[in-house]
């Protein structure tokens, strides 16, 4: 069922757990994120970038592939279609295309500028019953030729996009997209604290999710994050699952290069980071 990010975000934050973003790529990520979230019983959130969304022929191919295959795999969980850090021309792209949920991260603006236009994103948006996501304070490092500070979010400037409206609200607290490096500082959760007590049930996203210890993400949750982000931890148990298979020569033997077999080992494994997750964010059973 795809349906917008808000209901479902609204009751994560309510019943004190999160429901996971997973970045899809292809036919085969897609596929996996949405048994995954079926078989688990979990909401789910699909994010595409702007980069996978032009690797993917469009956001109208993507909308159109996830569509059907909601139809065809039978998938019953909530599943909400979202743009992650979107451009503003992005954002409106995806709304024309049949997202059901979009990011504009107009956190490399001005505050007042990425207050304006995070205002028509919301005007639009809402309109078609479209949910949105805003950001202040650059998350770290590149993802898709993103690229962000690693800012720590001011928690007044927060609440001033919260209050426009905004359904969910991504907050720079040290996170780092890809993987953190060894003298990583960990995430701020005073700053998070402070940003939750200002914004009140808004419920907040956590990017960078990959390689984020558990006790971390637990206290994250805690302290208000309803929604997390994880996309490099499924390409690497992508890559590793594949390499796996290739340098034990399967591909070699039989008809092991058909690509459904050559691809298998890692689709499983895309699955299993996926649940791995879900479990840790306490989504399974509450779709
Ligand atoms: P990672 O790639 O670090 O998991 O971050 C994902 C993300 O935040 C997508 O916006």
């Not at 505050?111 to 919301?122: G, L, M, Q, R």
């Not at 206290?219 to 690497?236: D, F, M, W």
Request: aromatic share 6%; charged share 20%.
């Amino acid at each position: 069922m795809l349906v917008s990010a808000k209901e479902m975000l609204d009751k994560a934050k309510a019943g004190h757990y999160a429901v996971g973003q997973f970045n899809i790529n292809n036919l085969e990520w897609t596929k996996a994120a949405l048994q995954t979230a079926q078989e688990c019983n979990s909401p789910i959130i699909l994010g595409v970038s702007e980069g996978a969304g032009k690797y993917m022929c469009g956001f109208k191919t993507v909308a159109a592939m996830v569509k059907a295959m909601i139809e065809t795999l039978n998938i019953t969980v909530p599943v909400a279609l979202h743009l992650d850090h979107g451009s503003y021309d992005g954002a409106l792209a995806c709304i024309d295309a049949g997202f059901s949920s979009v990011m504009f991260d107009g956190s490399h603006y001005g505050i007042d500028e990425n207050i304006e236009k995070t205002k028509e994103i919301i005007r639009i948006a809402h309109a078609q019953g479209i949910s949105v996501e805003a950001e202040v304070g650059a998350i770290g490092g590149e993802e898709d030729g993103v690229i962000g500070s690693g800012e720590v979010a001011d928690p007044a400037e927060c609440k001033m996009i919260a209050d426009l409206g905004v359904d969910m609200l991504a907050a720079g607290i040290g996170n780092i997209h890809g993987k953190y490096p060894a003298n990583w500082n960990g995430l701020n959760f005073d700053v998070l604290a402070k940003i939750q007590e200002l914004t009140g049930k808004m419920p907040l996203v956590l990017h960078g999710g990959t390689g984020i210890p558990e006790d971390m993400i637990k206290e994250a949750i805690s302290l208000g994050v309803s929604k997390i982000n994880v996309n490099t931890e499924c390409q690497l148990a992508f890559a590793d699952a594949t390499r796996k298979y290739i340098e034990a020569g399967k591909d070699l033997q039989g008809k092991g290069y058909d690509p459904r077999k050559l691809l298998a080992p890692g689709f499983d494994a895309i699955k299993a980071t996926i649940k791995e997750k879900m479990e840790l964010f306490g989504s399974v059973d509450k779709a």
